[in-house]
């Protein structure tokens, strides 16, 4: 199994920024692809933002030109950068990892961060 593990979250006024990190552990897993999905209250999970191994992102039209995606892959780490903050941002994020492991594709998700955006 891999570990996630998240932090950044928080509460911020809006227009404000927040840099969410996300760390990945295990044994004998490949990276497939990395990235970040939120819930708020009432509402379903929806993705945020999602790097792929070839670098390559897809963003929720909501966070397009206002998020930013990016991994280290020496450190099996994946960041979102949020920048102009409104209240609808306001959710518990998750990391989601895509992985091979032993042969299977799993798909791992973190424990989640609350992102509040609030005056």
């Known amino acids: 199994q891999v570990q996630l593990v998240e932090s950044g979250g928080g509460l911020v006024q809006p227009g404000g920024s927040l840099r969410l990190s996300c760390a990945a552990s295990g044994s004998s897993f490949s990276i497939i692809a990395m990235g970040w999905y939120r819930q708020a209250p009432g509402k379903r999970r929806e993705l945020v933002a999602m790097i792929g191994n070839d670098g390559r992102t897809n963003y929720a039209e909501s966070a397009k030109g206002r998020f930013t995606i990016s991994r280290d892959n020496a450190e099996n780490t994946v960041n979102l950068q949020m920048n102009s903050l409104k209240p609808e941002d306001t959710a518990v994020y998750f990391c989601?990892?895509?992985?091979?492991?032993?042969?299977?594709?799993?798909?791992?998700w973190g424990q989640g961060t609350q992102v509040t955006v609030s005056s």
């Open positions: 989601n990892v895509l992985v091979i492991q032993y042969g299977n594709v799993r798909e791992n």
